[in-house]
């Protein structure tokens, strides 16, 4: 018989990913606040996930810092472009191509990446507590700067990508 927190993963599991969908292809409205909207569900629903491994700091700061600030900046980019629904730029092939070409490279590097990685469980074993944010902001600072900081790189350029995306062609 599942207990309770299998159950509650499951459940928060499948909200995540049904929420992480309804963002991308969202068959409701073409309007993208509905869209940024199923994507504040999908990091409330992934903050229940990591409740329920224990990582409560991580859980509290994906809810303040993402779906408050981070979500609070994609919809003054979105009200501020005030897009209407019949104002989509035409797709060229030569950008298609371009972002075709960086997904397969990106999915190859992340492949590659994770075939040549050890397991976590071994390489952090030991050195943190449960829920002792000393060492978690010591590890992610001293250890792993540079992926946090090519992740604050990224975030802006998807921000920037998404301003370019939804312009009006001005012509």
């Known amino acids: 018989m599942p207990q309770f927190t299998d159950i509650l993963f499951f459940g928060l599991a499948g909200l995540v990913l049904l929420f992480g969908f309804l963002t991308v292809a969202n068959p409701f409205s073409r309007n993208p606040v509905t869209s940024a909207m199923f994507l504040v569900l999908t990091i409330v629903s992934l903050a ?5 491994l224990h990582a409560f ?6 809810v303040l810092v993402y779906a408050g600030a981070v979500m609070v900046l994609f919809l003054f ?3 501020l472009l005030d897009l209407k629904e019949e104002e989509h730029r ?3 092939s030569g950008i298609l191509a ?7 490279a990106f999915v190859g590097i992340l ?6 990685a ?10 943190l507590v449960e829920g002792d944010t000393a060492k978690l902001g010591t590890l992610l600072f001293e250890n792993w700067l540079l992926p946090f900081e090519i992740l604050s790189v990224l975030l802006l350029v998807a921000m920037v990508g998404v301003i370019l995306l939804t312009k009006k062609d001005l012509k």
Do not use: E, N
């Not at 229940?48 to 329920?52: A, I, M, N, R």
């Not at 700091?57 to 994906?62: D, G, H, K, R, T």
């Not at 071994?122 to 050195?127: D, F, I, P, T």
């Open 118 to 127: 050890k397991p976590a469980a071994s390489a952090v074993a030991g050195r």
């Open 57 to 62: 700091f991580l859980a509290a700061v994906q």
């Open 111 to 116: 492949l590659a990446t994770l075939l040549k």
């Open 90 to 92: 035409r797709l060229k």
């Open 48 to 52: 229940g996930l990591y409740v329920l």
């Open 98 to 104: 371009v972002g075709s070409l960086a997904v397969v």
């Open 77 to 79: 980019v979105i009200m």
